[in-house]
């Protein structure tokens, strides 16, 4: 993100790598095994032509499935033309963690496209994504019980479909050829929830780490989401619904940090005016209402705040900037957004911060949720929805009739209605989201040398790990 400079030197996959070291200190598990599950298992880089009229351009690309412990392999495709191998990789790793702390049975995946979508035409884009995608089927790295890809930075819905229709064309006949891919429309069997599922989940995670008074009261904070200050970087799916669904839960958001710069009001921000100002102006900046603005999106973080989400891209937070960041909890909504030694930094200063595997989870926890749909061919809650209401009506048909009480008819519908598809989905999604937080917070608690949140996650994901391949006999 432009405001806070990428070091040239930085390897993601080993600082992930590091962290993994780190919790393996609180295992005991064989240092090979540890180190199967550290390794990548599959890397496939390669290129292919693509026609700009009359002359051609090679698009370089990426695939990894990082562990094969459980089946598919799951994770999104990156488009960006700072995407690399190593990125990749790392990306794939957490997928790999994060889905054995969210207890989804996948495997680690990711893959990358090298281009700015913004210089290229609808067609072209259409184009770059179906030829990735008959090069994945190629070399078999795609498919509903091989590798699932899903929306990442720069994807989405339509690339998703773009991607289903080639498989599907390709695999004449297959059944769960949909199956082949999450993030779908609608209209191609997607889930709903789906879009804002990894937004919600970073909410739901915000709403868990402030719910514990022991927590709170070490930072000296008040238990709740209400009158909380958050700084939010990232104004995309991610970054934008997180802070909607905040806003909802009593939250004030008082600062938004985009790629052209920062705006700040520590009275609170009115987000959906934010976005309706970007969409006519192109910027976040000039709006009427912020009290600071900076155009350096990196002193947007560096704000009076209470909780601060970097909902971007990795590498935001480091230790370059850690010790002006003056918020007592990061919750990370961005894959990677904290190095580990800022990190160390924040942790050592009395902070907490809620990590990424956990914290952006939702989004696969959804996609698992679409998957499931695919392969069951039927949407949520269709067997049994009627069947809920009608229950649920003569249940208060019995109560009005034995007591004399009368609901109104808006009374009765609240009561008796049947769980939709979106509703069954959020409250998977929650519970998922409350289940996980308490469990890496309490392998923390029970073990006083366990410093943070992260490494505790991380000895939760290692632990699943390794008792997935030792019970497939794959380790002795």
Same mark, same amino acid.
């Given at each position: 993100m432009a405001g806070i400079n990428q070091q040239q030197d930085f390897h993601f996959f080993d600082d992930v790598c590091r962290f993994v070291d780190k919790a393996a200190q609180f295992t005991d598990h064989d240092k090979g095994l540890l180190s199967q599950i550290k390794a990548c298992n599959s890397v496939y880089r390669f290129q292919f032509p693509i026609r700009r009229g009359?002359?051609?351009?090679?698009?370089?690309?990426?695939?990894?499935?990082?562990?094969?412990?459980?089946?598919?392999?799951?994770?999104?495709?990156? @488009?960006?033309? =700072?995407?690399?191998?190593?990125?990749?990789?790392? +990306?794939?790793? +957490? =997928?790999? @963690? !994060?889905?054995?702390?969210?207890?989804?049975?996948?495997?680690?995946? !990711?893959?990358?496209? !090298?281009?700015?979508?913004?210089? @290229? %035409?609808?067609?072209?884009?259409?184009?770059?994504?179906?030829? #990735? %995608?008959?090069?994945l089927i190629k070399k078999n790295f795609i498919g509903p019980g091989i590798d699932v890809p899903a929306p990442d930075y720069g994807s989405g819905e339509r690339e998703m479909a773009w991607i289903a229709d080639t498989y599907m064309m390709m695999n004449p006949g297959s059944l769960d050829a949909l199956g082949c891919v999450t993030g779908k429309p609608i209209a191609l069997h997607g889930v709903h929830g789906r879009k804002e599922a990894t937004g919600r989940g970073v909410a739901f995670a915000t709403r868990e780490c402030v719910s514990i008074a022991e927590d709170m009261k070490k930072l000296g904070l008040s238990t709740g989401l209400e009158d909380k200050k958050i700084i939010v970087q990232g104004l995309g799916n991610v970054g934008y619904n997180a802070a909607k669904y905040l806003i909802e839960f009593g939250a004030t958001i008082v600062g938004i940090c985009e790629y052209e710069g920062a705006i700040y009001n520590e009275n609170g921000l009115d987000l959906d005016e934010i976005v309706s100002h970007r969409k006519s102006t192109g910027s976040i900046l000039g709006y009427s209402k912020a009290k600071k603005e900076f155009r350096n999106s990196g002193e947007g973080l560096e704000q009076e705040c209470d909780i601060l989400i970097p909902a971007a891209l990795e590498n935001q937070i480091t230790s370059d900037n850690i010790s002006r960041i003056k918020a007592k909890i990061i919750i990370e909504g961005a894959n990677g957004p904290t190095t580990p030694d800022a990190a160390a930094a924040f942790i050592e200063a009395?902070?907490?911060?809620?990590?990424? =595997? #956990?914290?952006?989870?939702?989004?696969? %926890?959804?996609? #698992?949720?679409?998957? +499931? !749909?695919?392969l069951s061919h039927v949407s949520f809650g269709r067997m049994d929805r009627r069947y809920a209401e009608n229950a649920n009506k003569n249940i208060l048909n019995t109560i009005e009739s034995a007591t004399g009480l009368s609901l109104s008819a808006a009374q009765r519908a609240i009561i008796a209605k049947g769980a939709s598809e979106l509703e069954l989905v959020n409250s998977g999604l929650e519970d998922t989201m409350v289940h996980s937080y308490h469990e890496i917070r309490e392998k =923390?608690?029970?073990?006083?040398?366990?410093?943070?949140?992260? %490494?505790?996650a991380f000895v939760l994901a290692l632990d699943k790990i390794a008792t997935s391949y030792i019970n497939m006999g794959i380790w002795p």
């Open positions: 009359n002359s051609f351009e090679i698009i370089h690309a990426w695939r990894v499935e990082h562990s094969h412990h459980m089946m598919p392999t799951k994770g999104g495709i990156r @488009y960006s033309d =700072m995407v690399n191998e190593d990125e990749v990789m790392a +990306l794939a790793a +957490l =997928m790999t @963690y !994060k889905c054995a702390i969210v207890n989804v049975p996948f495997g680690g995946g !990711k893959g990358g496209i !090298k281009i700015n979508t913004k210089n @290229y %035409t609808t067609a072209e884009l259409e184009n770059i994504t179906r030829r #990735y %995608t008959v090069e009395g902070g907490i911060i809620v990590p990424d =595997m #956990y914290a952006n989870a939702g989004g696969v %926890t959804v996609s #698992y949720f679409e998957w +499931l !749909k695919n =923390m608690v029970s073990n006083n040398k366990i410093p943070d949140l992260r %490494t505790a």
